[in-house]
């Protein structure tokens, strides 16, 4: 068994395993084969920092997309490609009601099939979201300008930061990475 993942980032590696460990073994077929994680520096088709659902989505498909045509070139293959995409969920984008929600997206492919899953949703307040969304500030420099040198470089990331350290990143993007193999669990289900 082979699990691609499409990300070289310590907290979304640790989090398809954490996931894995929950739900391979419901994966038929696959419950009790040897399980390698391979990762990924994989480039993706959307902005470094996504601002809607569309660009979340297609960020985490890119990534199995581009991570699939690459191990063809390198005559590999795997059992399974993962891609997972983090950022807002901005909603009345331009209105006076604007939301702003930090998501983490994941795509789960078998190489001809794939389903998207989600993890939580947290309201981002104004004075994080606004400065990203109005004037393309990195969240990297926010987070430190807010929370002190360095508060970007903690793998719990702004998930950490925003939550008190009640949820981090990893988190967040192991419940996405289930409910994207859920599929592959009930395929009955899910034709």
Request: proline share 6%; with cysteine.
């Amino acid at each position: 068994m082979r699990i691609a993942i499409g990300s070289t980032r310590l907290p979304k590696m640790e989090a398809v395993k954490e996931a894995w460990q929950v739900i391979g073994s419901r994966i038929q077929g696959y419950d009790r084969d040897p399980v390698t994680f391979l990762t990924y520096d994989v480039v993706k088709d959307t902005p470094e920092m996504p601002l809607s659902l569309d660009q979340l989505m297609e960020g985490a498909r890119s990534r199995v997309e581009n991570m699939v045509l690459q191990l063809k070139r390198e005559k590999q293959e795997a059992d399974f490609y993962v891609g997972m995409e983090g950022g807002f969920e901005v909603i009345d984008t331009h209105g006076p009601r604007r939301q702003v929600f930090l998501e983490s997206w994941a795509y789960v492919s078998d190489g001809h099939t794939g389903y998207f899953g989600h993890g939580p949703g947290l309201y981002v307040p104004y004075r994080i979201g606004d400065p990203i969304i109005d004037r393309g500030i990195e969240m990297a420099i926010i987070l430190d300008r807010l929370g002190g040198p360095r508060s970007s470089a903690k793998p719990e990331g702004i998930w950490g930061f925003l939550t008190g350290d009640i949820l981090s990143r990893q988190q967040s993007f192991v419940i996405a990475v289930m409910c994207a193999f859920v599929p592959f669990c009930q395929p009955d289900v899910y034709r």
